[in-house]
Nanobody, 120 residues
Framework: VQLQASGGGLVQPGGSLRLSCTFTAHTYSFTDYSIGWFRQAPGKERELIADTFTSGLITNYADSVKGRFTISRDNTKNRAYLQMNSLKPEDTGVYFC????????????WGLGTLVTVSS
């Protein structure tokens, strides 16, 4: 299984970015996995900021991004997304997508991250 996050870049405070997570199947299909977006800010531990279960109907957010970020998935395209609005400098970090076969109790597969820098 492979996951690849993309869409990062440099954006000004208050701006928006949309990250994509592309899934390449091996043993399990995309719809077997819950998908999570994690962020690792400079000098900090990686944290879960948003996740969605297999259908995409249930989503969860960390308090730090609630109301500004939206996680979604398109099971027909094997992709997940993270729409990020009203970005703040503290949103700067490397963003990773991950897959869980256990509704987020354990994240079995990880992709390479994409760097988001929020700065004027």
């Amino acid at each position: 299984v492979q996951l690849q996050a993309s869409g990062g870049g440099l954006v000004q405070p208050g701006g928006s970015l949309r990250l994509s997570c592309t899934f390449t199947a091996h043993t399990y299909s995309f719809t077997d996995y819950s998908i999570g977006w994690f962020r690792q800010a400079p000098g900090k531990e990686r944290e879960l900021i948003a996740d969605t279960f297999t259908s995409g109907l249930i989503t969860n957010y960390a308090d730090s991004v609630k109301g500004r970020f939206t996680i979604s998935r398109d099971n027909t395209k094997n992709r997940a997304y993270l729409q990020m609005n009203s970005l703040k400098p503290e949103d700067t970090g490397v963003y990773f997508c991950a897959g869980s076969l256990s509704d987020g109790r354990r994240w079995e597969v990880w992709g390479l991250g994409t760097l988001v820098t929020v700065s004027s």
